[in-house]
């Protein structure tokens, strides 16, 4: 009870926050009443898909210090299992997706438990590694399909077809990833206040204070990477229903993990509201950019010295991302 | 059976012998402060008996168990609270939510863990502070919401690694009060490494000294200055002269 209360207790952002993100959360769910491009469309969706990619990973990377560049494996499996489910036995989305959920968060105790014993940029290294291994070994295993992947066909499955997510119009997707979008930040809200969500911050400001306070630090490591696992399975899952195609080099891709983790530094790590703005920020001017410059300007790969631009600008100018920026002028404001 | 026991507990760091067949016991509601030279291996006492160093040799028992093969957290679930001497705060929580994490370790629910952070802090009169930046404060204040922070787990001993170095003579001095309360009002067992000779010797019921990882004095504070070998090895002759008298 106390955790649902929790859950929807905004009370502690200031008055002008909760304004703007209702009338943001208003826009989202007027925005496909609106006439708009199918672009735009495809674009607002990737965005939520993000935004609770970069949720999941703040958990463990903002909240709790521990900075993952191998979030595309936990895509790759929850991605995978879907699309096997559904091709090969004709289990429905609703049923894969758990499942999904429940084979990502043990790979994660498998590899989490010995990860976690290295720090700084050698887990960070680690988490590369491991995510790739799973991208090789998905690349030449038949039984998902190798390097050639997996196709959902629309033929098969004729939409709309709710219990498999195989739908015609784009506008169906965009309204169910709205909704766990809105579950993720209830879900983020209660994390950040409850006892592991306190328990991590002080891991990332001090492992030994926090043994010292009684926390098995390990553990609580282990068990948060799982929550962020869990969020990333899922939206793998929606991934492979949404997109239908997918394949080893394009769902767990090193691309993908960075993007992740850099969109939550971008927005800001270790705040409710930053994988969101990171994934507002980016998300559009990546598809834009690789529209208008990448496909009419032949500048392929431009996103890719964006992204470069955007790493030196986070550790130069503010770590906590464009989220810090506001909370520095406020406090200089306040003084 | 003593509530703190420490048995001939040995550590070395590869050659360097940190601590030799220290044994010592403490009471129940005991104040006792462990002074000694720099490199004396007081800090490493801390660690070993807290959990972070897994001693060489030597047993410690804790409230009639043995804690010695525990990890530190688990040491601390008993019981054992500690601070440190460097602690360097970055400043991703504020005054309550640091207290509310060593409320966490009794409790799963916020509001009880918020409620019992404000007990503390109130107790210790930090309740101002409350809402800054742990990074925002002073020294003096950052130890004592440090003190706050291993209060709020509840616990039945208190270890206090330096909470005075740095500190002005005023601020020694509310450091001193807040310590004396924890010990007297709140009931906790109390064990103290600190360079401030004032304060030592004047809230200590008993005194332990280190040399080189050696024991080599244990007993009231006013036998303690009187003692030659730690004169020798700490104190010094101008000490003695300027205090003694001082601490009856």
Redesign the interface.
Known sequence: MEAIRDAVDFSDFPRMDLIIAWIVALFFLAFPLFPHSSFAMATMIQFFMFSLYGMGWNAIGGYGGQVDLGKAQYVGIGAYTTAVMLIRWDIPFWFSMPVGMFFAVVWSFIIGYPLFRLKGHYFAIATIATSLVLKDLFDVWSFVGAARGLEISPIEYPPPDFLRLIFKEDINYYYIILGFFFLGILYMNWFRKSRLGFQLRCIKDNEDVARSLGINVHWAKVKTYAIATAFVSFVGSFHACYIKNIEPVDTMSLDISILIALMAMLGGAGSLWGPIIGAGVLIPLKSYLKEWLGAAAGLVGIDLVLYAIIIMLISAVEPRGIWGIVEKIRRRKRQ | MAFLEVQSVTKTFGGLRANDKVSFSMERGELVGLIGPNGAGKTTLFNCI???HPVTSGRIIFDAEDITDL???EV??RGM????QV????G??TVE??V???C??RT????G?KARAGEVLEDLKLGDLSHYMLSELPVAAQKRV?MA??L??NPKMLLLDEVAAGLNTAEVEEVMTSIRHVHHDLGVTVMLIEHVMELVMKVSDRVIVLDYGEKIADGPPEEIAKDARVIKAYLGERFVREHTGEFR
Not at chain 2, 81 to 84: D, I
């Open positions: 807290s959990g972070y990890k530190a957290y601390a679930r609270a500690r601070t440190f602690y360097v705060a970055s991703d929580l939510e640091n509310m994490v060593g966490f370790m799963g629910s916020r509001k863990a440090t922070t291993a709020g787990s």
